[in-house]
């Protein structure tokens, strides 16, 4: 399982990474693997706003469907759309895929340093 | 008295003591005394199988066969092959659930997978799920799936099958939305109103093809209107009638909806039907109900299996767009049967005849005295007449076993299919001119 | 197998409409169409073959033993669908004058008046098409209720986290906000929670007695009584009739409004998923809002669906209940519960029941413990099942039990059918610790092989094309 360390992480498993005034939000490692295959991404549109600890979009496995929790407040900037036709990206390489990215962040919840989240998941596994 | 029942009482009891218990009352314990039932139900003493026959057969007799049926108003009498009948009799087919493991399953599954090609075929689109309950909740459903965050309303024709337009006022009603209707003008729905109502918070707008009064829309036109206020367009089609008649796609349709009981499904009094549903693939996810997929086993052999799960209520719950779970797949197959047993051209045929026999129905009855066509329009297989007279006229072709037309806003609804035959359509309009020339 | 489509030959097909005997009329060309469908084209053999072998390749209640848990999969009598077949019903146009349907209202008339009896209800819809399709319409006599008195407050559904999904997916398609409380330890209704959850708020509740888990809650009435003191009223999903019909009513546990499964309770075949039919009853102060057709009966209140219903489905359900009767009604309700508790014992020395006590009609395995230590999933037990002829248990409900199973024999079994499947269930038991390859790779003997979902739901092909 890989924590990379430059990441920060929420407790609903979701990486966030700052990139020049944006947030920039994917799924972890450890929630692809719980998940399973990916099949299906519903994303936001551009322009939405998102709210700390709500659902932004959720993603689709075979036999279940999880809320993405969005770790910040803001606008939606852009959503990647690739991974509309191709989800499985999410399981191959998670932090590669990123899934949004928010500007005009107003809020921010409490986050983990990789290895706080790597013993988080630990406990959690 | 009857029963389906194989154990015999001393298995029963056999089992009974396996369990360490003594009677039946034993095994409902948790039920608090005061509600178990310690008498016998209301209702009669039970039955043998003939006796049984003998009750629902009288029941049935109370019932009249016409020898012609001229009414449709969203029932209609086609002709059923033979064969339709048979395959879906099937035990197999008749007493399955629904496919969920795919592995024993893969007979229905593949018949669902034609059943979706068919329907795609028909209406143009590129998606079709497994069936919905009938035409109306088809419309309902179609309604609710283009509505999102800020488009909540829908816009119905009021050309539109009465049922239908109330079915979707129902399910408008369980989520808070609003249900319009565009008015009609000239027995269509009008042009110049739809294009007023068409606002920035319309999410849909619902056309019949052919419209409630048999009348032929003009279904493009619409459609472009309906798109060009950033809406979505739903057609609610007649099945046979596509066969040649511009599909839906053609039309601009975002999702194309009907009543599936015209494809082999008898009358049966109202039911069951079934609700065909077909959508343009960027709304497949947002359809509902069951979908089947092609796939590969994990030895690479072609395999079918329910898909895209994950929209459904069993897994998405109060999120789900809709609680569908049960749907008509015995319908479907019927549907499936029928229409490879027409083929193209047979559906064609059976398409043209209906339309040709109303309009020699239409011709003959318009040339009686007092009767006109309501409205000036073209029409497939129904239209509507002013005559004076109705309730004479149909009580005169009630006697030759005939069912006339449905009376409808103070005319009458006329229907006719390919299963009538020239002869009968003459002894209805001779009879109805004896009424009128008395 | 080839599909329809890849037997079609070009101008093959079934004698079926004679030549147009009337003038023919030409279709204005601006409404044609452009391109005939790609329907098959076929020969009656050759329709009939292909249908047979499909029919091959599923296993129905006639197949074999289908203890499909919260489906009732108990045998469909042949009776039943001659009945629905005769010309008397089957070719009654729903728009019939009344005269000439007095037979279709006199089925509809008996039938209500038995299943009033059975549900303990004042008044009943048939126009509901399936369960859940009746959810829908018992919760919408819920709202107008409400509305009818001006209470705009109601805004909440009660649900427990053991529902069947359709629960939670019709309270929203009726606008309400779901609460899900949690279950008890024994699978029943938390009275603290449900406590918790009422106010006044609350517009019902939306309960299965027996549960999801197979077990009667001895709590009903409390239940009941605390939704209605707090203003909301009762409504009962029939998922779970099978169980009770003829023993207890849900009438008598303080329920409002109901829905029952035709197809599943009063053994109406299901078809491969359908046709059902969910008749709703409901006490006499919710009469006013039942759904009625605009056509065929002038209503103007609600409707969920075009005309009366699936009539046919209801001549089945009548049939099965001039046969069974007052007696045979409790009789069948009784052996479902028997067979159920039997199978249980007979299982429970390998697989581990999640609730080990007295269960209604069906019960719940958990096999989490053999996950561990076999490495063997519910999944695996279930596929494995199949090599033996028997229809897997429903998997992985409720989702309260990790690795559920759970079994519904139905009281159409007999015990030799009972004793042998839970052989099986010990010998996969056995064999799961001393050869799980075989049981993870099951089944072996079917048509197919494990298919790939994933694939399917990443990219669905949902129809065929022409190469």
């Known amino acids: ?125 | 008295m009857g029963s389906y029942v194989p154990s015999t009482a001393p298995e029963q009891q056999e089992m009974l003591r396996a369990l360490g218990m003594e009677n039946v009352r034993e095994l409902y314990r948790d039920v608090p005394e005061s509600m178990y039932l310690n008498g016998p139900l209301n209702i009669p003493a039970g039955k043998s199988e003939l006796e049984v026959r003998r009750a629902v057969t009288a029941m049935a007799a109370k019932n009249k066969v016409y020898h012609t049926i001229l009414r449709g108003a969203g029932a209609y009498d086609h002709y059923i092959p033979s064969i339709v009948k048979y395959i879906p009799a099937k035990e197999e087919f008749l007493t399955a659930y629904t496919p969920y493991q795919s592995e024993i399953s893969q007979g229905l599954l593949q018949s669902i997978f034609e059943y979706q090609t068919m329907i795609c075929e028909l209406t143009g689109m590129d998606v079709s799920n497994a069936s919905v309950y009938d035409g109306a909740t088809a419309a309902a459903e179609a309604a609710a799936l283009c509505r999102d965050r800020k488009r909540r309303v829908t816009l119905v024709s009021a050309a539109t099958h009465p049922d239908v337009i109330a079915a979707i006022r129902t399910y408008c009603y369980g989520t808070g939305d609003e249900m319009r209707l565009v008015p009609v003008k000239d027995g269509v729905t009008n042009f110049d109103m739809l294009k007023e109502m068409l606002t920035a918070e319309v999410a849909s707008f619902y056309v019949q093809q052919p419209n409630f009064y048999g009348l032929l829309e003009d279904a493009d036109t619409l459609g472009a209107a309906v798109h060009q206020a950033g809406a979505l367009y739903i057609m609610g089609c007649h099945p046979i009638a596509l066969a040649i008649m511009k599909t839906p796609r053609d039309c601009g349709a975002d999702v194309a909806v009907g009543e599936g009981q015209p494809l082999g499904l008898p009358l049966g009094y109202g039911g069951p039907y079934l609700g065909f549903m077909a959508a343009a693939e960027k709304l497949m996810r947002r359809l509902p109900g069951r979908i089947v997929s092609e796939t590969m086993d994990n030895e690479g052999r072609r395999a079918f299996v329910l898909s895209l799960q994950a929209r459904e209520q069993h897994i998405r719950r109060e999120k789900a767009g809709s609680n569908s779970c049960s749907n008509e797949a015995l319908c479907a197959l019927t549907a499936s049967v029928y229409m490879a047993a027409m083929g193209p051209e047979g559906m064609a045929e059976a398409a043209r005849q209906s339309m040709a026999k109303a309009h020699y129905l239409a011709k003959g009855l318009c040339a009686l005295p007092g009767v006109s066509l309501r409205y000036g329009g073209d029409f497939f297989h129904e239209f509507l007449v002013d005559m004076p007279r109705t309730e004479e006229v149909l009580s005169a072709l009630e006697k030759k076993n005939i069912l006339g037309g449905l009376p409808f806003e103070g005319g009458v609804l006329w229907c006719a299919t390919e299963k009538v035959s020239r002869e009968a359509l003459d002894e209805a309009i001779a009879t109805v001119k004896e009424v009128l020339t008395r | 197998m080839k599909l329809l489509f890849e037997k079609s030959v070009q101008g093959r097909r079934c004698a079926i409409l004679p030549t147009c005997d009337v003038p023919e009329t030409a279709l204005p060309e601006r409404f044609a169409r452009q391109a005939a469908p790609k329907l098959p084209e076929l020969s009656e053999t050759d329709i009939s073959r292909h249908y047979t072998a499909l029919c091959g390749q599923v296993h129905g209640v006639n197949s074999g033993f289908y203890p499909l848990g919260s489906c009732t999969m108990k045998y469909n009598p042949r009776i039943d669908e001659e009945m629905a077949a005769l010309p008397g019903f089957a070719d009654i146009h729903p728009l019939s004058p009344a005269h000439a349907a007095a037979g279709c209202r006199e089925v509809l008339g008996t039938a209500k008046q038995y299943l009033c009896q059975i549900a303990g209800m004042d008044d009943m819809t048939f126009q509901p098409a399936a369960g859940a399709h009746g959810e829908f319409t018992g919760v919408l006599l819920i709202k107008q209720y409400h509305d009818s008195r001006g209470d705009k407050g109601r805004t909440k559904i009660i649900v427990p986290d053991s529902a069947h999904g359709t629960n939670p997916a019709t309270a929203a398609m009726c606008g309400y906000e779901v609460v899900n409380i949690a279950s008890a330890p024994d699978g029943c209704v938390d009275l603290d929670a449900l406590r918790g959850a009422l106010g006044a708020d609350t517009a019902g509740l939306m309960l299965t007695n027996p549960n999801t888990v197979g077990l009667f809650d001895e709590n009903i009435l409390e239940i009941t009584r605390l939704v209605h003191e707090a203003g909301g009223l009762c409504y009962y999903d029939g998922a779970n009739l099978n169980a009770v019909m003829g023993v207890v009513r849900p009438g008598d546990m303080g329920f409002d409004c109901i829905h029952m499964n035709l197809h599943k309770t009063f053994a109406t075949p299901h078809g491969g998923g359908g046709p059902g039919a969910g008749a709703v009853g409901c006490k006499a102060f919710l009469r006013d809002f039942l759904p009625r057709s605009a056509l065929m009966e002038g209503g103007n209140g609600i409707q969920v669906r075009s005309f009366g219903g699936n009539f046919l489905v209801v001549v089945r359900a009548l049939t099965y209940l001039l046969t069974l009767g007052r007696e045979g009604i409790p009789e069948a309700a009784q052996n479902a519960v028997l067979n159920a508790n039997y199978l249980m014992s007979q299982i429970k020395g390998s697989f581990a029941p999640a609730y080990d006590r007295v269960c209604m009609h069906e019960f719940v395995l958990d096999l989490s413990a053999f996950k561990k230590e076999a490495g063997v999933s519910a999944l695996d037990v279930a596929k494995a099942l199949i090599d033996y002829g028997m229809h897997p248990p429903t998997m992985y409900f409720p989702l309260i039990v990790h690795e559920a199973l759970m079994l519904e024999p139905t009281e159409t079994e007999d015990k030799e059918t009972l004793d042998g499947a839970a052989a099986v269930f010990r010998t996969l038991y056995e064999q799961g610790h001393s050869d799980p390859a075989a049981l993870q790779t099951a089944p072996h003997h079917t048509p197919i092989g494990r298919p790939d979902e994933v694939q399917a739901a990443r990219h669905p092909v949902v129809r065929w094309e022409a190469t």
């Open chain 1, 1 to 125: 399982m890989n924590f990379p360390e430059e990441l920060r992480y929420s407790k609903s498993h979701e990486w966030v990474k700052n990139e020049n005034d944006e947030v920039v939000i994917g799924i972890s490692d450890f929630a692809q693997s719980e998940l399973g295959d990916v099949v299906f991404i519903n994303l936001p549109q551009e322009g939405d706003s998102v709210t700390v600890g709500e659902a932004f979009g959720d993603v689709e496995s075979v036999k279940a469907v999880s809320d993405l929790i969005c770790p910040v407040s803001g606008v939606v900037s852009a959503i990647n759309e690739e991974l509309l036709d191709a989800p499985e990206k999410l399981n191959r390489a998670p932090y590669g895929a990123w899934i949004i990215r928010v500007a005009e962040v107003s809020e921010t919840e409490e986050l983990l340093g990789s290895a706080d989240y790597e013993a988080f998941c630990a406990a959690e596994g």
